[in-house]
């Protein structure tokens, strides 16, 4: 897969590149699902912005999100990625697809790279369906039919320290607990709230398997990041994931998907001043642990 992501070289203004050629990127982005953009000449989160600001889409930001990573904003349209700590393994998602509200694109930038690893794995979510449709036919079968909840406890003020450590009030932009039961109520969520302040929401049956307007299907979902990754002082990722009808999806239901994306997986090893345009219901990311300074900033497009 040489193709992906696919790389286009060049120089000078990235923001006027896309500005002036958005249909061609679009339709590049649209048969690689990911495109890297070397060589441009992004020197920092300004040159960023603009980059965003001349690929000429509505952004979605980060504080109407209800993502359960912590980020601090740099502008008004680019935020810091996940600040979990570098030893910290993401593993592969759709952008927000444990929630009903996610963007349709992503943008990321290499401000600096890590001295050592720092990836960004990359996997082709319309290949993974394909292949657990051959090879887990019943897995596929049930979640198509039923959907999937997702079971998060979020901490009452931030935890940097966890990659699910957005506070409630963050997530769902509110300043009490009665403002987020009606906020929830409105998003159809179940709720519980903890002795030590924290709350555990559980979201509607939601999709996980996802058609593009082209008819392509792709495995939109958060299914793999959640049962791997939803691990700290609150969450166990064992309860992290049910099927639509409220039964525990097991090691031996996820194991298929997680061999198969870990196999089809292309690392971005960025370079400082890197680009990447992502579509979000195509393909999904994750990112690496590493060592040394890495900061790579994020933008999202509605
Ligand atoms: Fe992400």
Known sequence: ???????????GSLAAFLSANKQAVDAA???AGALLFRGFDVPDPQAFDAVVEGYGEHGFTYEDSLSNAVRTNVTA??????EAPPSTEIFLHHEMAQ???YPSRLFFYCEVAASEGGATPLCR???VLERLESEAPDFIARVEAEGVRYTNVMPGTDDAGSGQGRSWKSTL?????SQAEARLRELGYDWEWQD???LRATTPVLEAVRTLPDGRRTFFNQLIAAFRGWADSRNDPGKAITFGDGSTMSAEDMAPAIAI?????CDLAWQAGDVALIDNFLVMHGRRPFSGKRRVLASLVA
């Open 173 to 177: 932009s509110v300043d009490d607990k």
């Open 1 to 11: 897969m040489s193709d992906f992501p696919a790389i286009i070289a060049g120089g």
């Open 196 to 198: 030590d302040g924290s």
């Open 261 to 265: 994306a870990d196999e089809l997986i």
């Open 77 to 82: 349209r680019v935020f810091t990625a996940n």
């Open 29 to 31: 982005l649209a048969d």
């Open 125 to 127: 979510s319309d290949r």
């Open 99 to 101: 929630t009903p509200l």
